[in-house]
């Protein structure tokens, strides 16, 4: 069914509106970060201080934000980031959804914790799609799933980095989030409320985690899961691992979950394809920085050595515009394009990609370009955008000879190493 989404244009109108036809379960677990949420809203509203420089009277025709991700070209540098049980959002979501991002031009990742499987995502679009790979106690298992991704013809996997344990997100917990849903009395009189999103769960099969039941030893149905899940979690995952999957892989390895300098710098001597910078979208540390406060000490690290991408808080193409003249080469959104899944299931995500688009299309406009990969740091007002750690101590410097300059009349020159303070 095709609708006309003309009226939604932005991220949070096709937030309103899959928050009214998703049952609460769902929409929070979608919505929600861990412990206090404090990460979780900083991730966007570290965007907002960023100013931007216009500038006019500039030729910005025939406008291009065609960027390639390992090696491959896409009509923007953004990937549909993993999220799990976004079959629950819509019926066959991630199939909807990868569908969506196909036809658009960009990659999407299929979650471990998906509901639809690999092999239905596979079998229902043309296009290889990401993987994502949740580490795992059970090995064996965890290698059965990067062997289906390569049968699946994926041509990455995004190994997480942040999953040896798991935050703790408040409202999951009282919620009681299950797929399927518990016939709990709560339960069934939110559904009462959903009747498009009852009438299009009844119409598909697919209502678990289809990566995981029938493929995991001793988890054949849904009561088994839960324990095998919680078990699962594994906290001896160390970076010897990486060499292991990528020898099981044999292909393009994103890691995703790097908020520090150093964990960026080893990451590129284990010889990962991109690294992205990340928080889990506020779901795992709480206190934790945003991603676009991380970026630039990453930055600096990492260099040319890797692909450096962002994710976590991205609700506009003004967002990832930001982050692009800070140096990210690259972007994960999940929540953006899982509002609009909620919303209008494939028409709902298709229509996020092309705000977003149209939001990092326009802003490159205003700021005097036409090709994306022209964009550098001028376009941003330098003392409103976040600093690297090198930044910070050469402004202090600065400062400080300014500082002396002005009380003594003194010449840079002589304090250029700032030894006098």
């Not at 390639?68 to 819509?90: D, F, S, W």
């Not at 106690?137 to 990067?146: H, K, T």
């Not at 750690?389 to 300014?402: N, Y």
Request: hydrophobic content about 40%; charged content about 25%.
């Amino acid at each position: 069914m095709r609708h006309d989404l003309s009226k939604m244009t932005c991220i949070e109108d096709l937030r309103q509106v899959a928050k009214r036809k998703v049952p609460k379960m769902f929409f929070d677990y979608l919505e929600s970060g861990s412990w206090t949420q404090t990460t979780l809203r900083d991730n966007t509203s570290d965007f907002t201080p960023i100013k931007l420089r216009q500038k006019v009277m500039v030729n910005t025709e025939n406008r291009s934000l065609k960027h390639t991700l390992l090696g491959e070209e896409y009509t923007m540098p953004l990937a549909v980031a993993p999220i799990g049980l976004a079959g629950m959002l819509c019926a066959d979501g991630e199939i909807l959804a990868a569908r969506a991002a196909e036809k658009f031009g960009v990659p999407y990742t299929l979650s471990t914790l998906s509901i639809a499987s690999i092999e239905d995502v596979a079998h229902n679009t043309s296009k290889p799609f990401w993987f994502q790979l949740n580490p795992m106690r059970d090995r064996e298992f965890m290698a059965s799933l990067i062997q289906r991704a390569k049968n699946a013809n994926c041509s990455a996997l995004v190994l997480s980095a942040d999953l040896q344990g798991v935050g703790l997100c408040h409202a999951d917990i009282r919620n009681g989030l299950s797929a399927p849903m518990k016939p709990t009395v709560p339960n069934l009189l939110q559904l009462a409320t959903k009747p498009e999103w009852c009438l299009r769960m009844l119409n598909t099969d697919r209502r678990t985690f289809g990566n995981i039941i029938g493929h995991a030893k001793h988890v054949h149905d849904v009561s088994a899961l839960l324990s095998w899940a919680n078990a699962q979690f594994d906290p001896t995952l160390n970076w010897d691992d990486i060499a292991k999957i990528k020898d099981l892989w044999g292909g393009k390895i994103i890691l995703k979950g790097i908020l520090d300098p150093e964990d960026a710098e080893i990451a590129t001597k284990y010889g990962v394809d991109a690294i992205v910078v990340s928080n889990h979208g506020g779901r795992q540390l709480d206190g934790s920085l945003s991603s676009i406060q991380a970026l630039p000490d990453i930055v600096s690290a990492v260099g040319n050595k890797t692909e450096v991408w962002l994710d976590s808080g991205i609700r506009s193409g003004q967002d990832m515009l930001k982050a692009w003249a800070m140096g990210a080469r690259g972007f994960m959104t999940g929540r953006a394009a899982l509002y609009g899944l909620g919303a209008f299931g494939e028409d709902g995500v298709r229509r996020a990609l092309e705000i977003l688009y149209r939001e990092m299309d326009l802003t490159m406009a205003f700021t005097g370009h036409r090709q994306l990969q022209n964009v550098g740091r001028d376009i941003l007002i330098d003392h409103t955008r976040p600093l690297s750690s090198a930044e910070r101590r050469e402004s202090i410097v600065q400062q400080r000879h300014r500082i002396y300059e002005e009380l003594y009349g003194w010449p840079r020159a002589s304090l250029r190493f700032g030894t006098m303070w």
